[in-house]
Each structure stands twice: as structure tokens, then as C-alpha cells.
């Protein structure tokens, strides 16, 4: 089995010591290879996913090597983008970005502060209620919109009344040109 990746013009990649370091016009990601039974052959623009077996275990880790290795390829050439909004009826929270971490003050009412670690290259932006996160590595950028959602959430309140807390609203997924 054997597959073909076509790198855009502008984008550079290596792979060395079971590595891939992709470069491009808006960033560098760098990410180890997940998939073990693939071989990876780098020639210019071009580059080859091969493996000696032609079984669905196989066929299933050449694919997702290849759109890992696409996501690297479009993060670099147009960074992803996960917007959020601030949603409250009953106490009016606010955020901010500090020292590595972004911190949710005044949430549902509690004194105390709700904090979620930023990881990687990722830019945040807060203007007024909206949220922006963008990073040119896919993972990066939806764990942390993620990880805020997840702990923005009333529990133990009835949600149809106790809406309040940060909901992505759009994903805008990066794409080489």
C-alpha cells in the first residue's frame, strides 16, 4: 500500500528521527509520528506513505498519518481558528488571559476563580464577549476551546434556566491554498 501527499509550494517539511518539522508562511509545527508500521519517504514537494501490508489495521494507520501530516500542512498556511462566546443572565463573568493560564472569574456566582492551562503557540484574543483562539496545530487549538467550554458549564443547576457559561460558536479549519 502506498500513498502520495503533495506538498504546497510554500511549505516545507522534514522528518527526521521519527519526526515531522513542517514550516510554512504562518507558523512551524513540530509533532512526533504516531503510527508505527508506516514507512515515511520525503523526496522535494513529494512525500510517500508506504507499508508492506495491505491489511485494514494498515490501511487505517496510512490514512491517519496522512490527514495528521494535511492538518500540518493547512495549520501552516492558514492557522485554525475556534471562536467563543461569553453567555450570562445571572452573574456577569469575566475573563482574561494570565501568566499561561485563561482565568474565568465571577462564573455562576462563585468567588472563586476558574483556571485553564494554554498550551502550545496558541494566540487568545478577548474582545468584549467574544473569544478568539487560533493556532497554526489543530490539536492545540481545539483542546484548549475545549477544555474552556468543558469548564464553563453550570452542573447541578436546571440548564434550561442556567444557561450561562463560554460555548464555542464557529470552528474555522485552516486550508493550504
Request: hydrophobic share 35%; proline share 3%; glycine share 6%.
Given at each position: 500500500?502506498?500513498?502520495?501527499?503533495?506538498?504546497?509550494?510554500?511549505?516545507?517539511?522534514?522528518?527526521?528521527?521519527?519526526?515531522?518539522?513542517?514550516?510554512?508562511?504562518?507558523?512551524?509545527?513540530?509533532?512526533?509520528?504516531?503510527?508505527?508500521?508506516?514507512?515515511?519517504?520525503?523526496?522535494?514537494?513529494?512525500?510517500v506513505?508506504?507499508?508492506?501490508d495491505?491489511?485494514?489495521?494498515?490501511?487505517?494507520?496510512?490514512?491517519?498519518?496522512?490527514?495528521?501530516?494535511?492538518?500540518?500542512?493547512?495549520?501552516?498556511?492558514?492557522?485554525?481558528?475556534y471562536?467563543?462566546?461569553?453567555?450570562?443572565?445571572?452573574?456577569?463573568?469575566?475573563?482574561?488571559?494570565?501568566?499561561?493560564?485563561?482565568?474565568?472569574?465571577?462564573?455562576?456566582?462563585?468567588?472563586?476563580?476558574?483556571?485553564?492551562?494554554?498550551?502550545?503557540?496558541?494566540?487568545?484574543?478577548?474582545?468584549?464577549?467574544?473569544?478568539?483562539?487560533?493556532?497554526?496545530?489543530?490539536?492545540?487549538?481545539?483542546?484548549?476551546?475545549?477544555?474552556?467550554?468543558?469548564?464553563?458549564?453550570?452542573?447541578?443547576?436546571?440548564?434550561?434556566?442556567?444557561?450561562?457559561?463560554?460555548?464555542?460558536?464557529?470552528?474555522?479549519?485552516?486550508?493550504?491554498?
Open positions: 500500500m502506498e500513498l502520495n501527499i503533495k506538498l504546497p509550494e510554500n511549505v516545507n517539511l522534514e522528518y527526521k528521527d521519527n519526526t515531522f518539522n513542517v514550516s510554512g508562511p504562518k507558523g512551524k509545527i513540530t509533532k512526533r509520528n504516531p503510527v508505527k508500521i508506516v514507512d515515511v519517504l520525503v523526496n522535494g514537494k513529494d512525500i506513505l508506504k507499508s508492506k495491505d491489511g485494514k489495521k494498515a490501511l487505517a494507520q496510512i490514512y491517519t498519518l496522512s490527514k495528521h501530516i494535511r492538518n500540518m500542512i493547512s495549520g501552516v498556511c492558514k492557522p485554525y481558528i471562536k467563543l462566546s461569553i453567555i450570562y443572565s445571572h452573574f456577569p463573568m469575566s475573563v482574561a488571559v494570565k501568566d499561561g493560564y485563561f482565568v474565568i472569574s465571577n462564573f455562576a456566582g462563585q468567588k472563586k476563580q476558574i483556571k485553564v492551562k494554554t498550551h502550545g503557540d496558541a494566540k487568545i484574543e478577548i474582545k468584549g464577549k467574544d473569544i478568539t483562539i487560533s493556532s497554526v496545530d489543530k490539536d492545540v487549538a481545539g483542546q484548549i476551546a475545549s477544555n474552556i467550554e468543558n469548564k464553563a458549564k453550570v452542573r447541578s443547576k436546571d440548564r434550561r434556566i442556567f444557561q450561562d457559561g463560554l460555548w464555542i460558536i464557529t470552528k474555522r479549519k485552516g486550508r493550504h491554498n
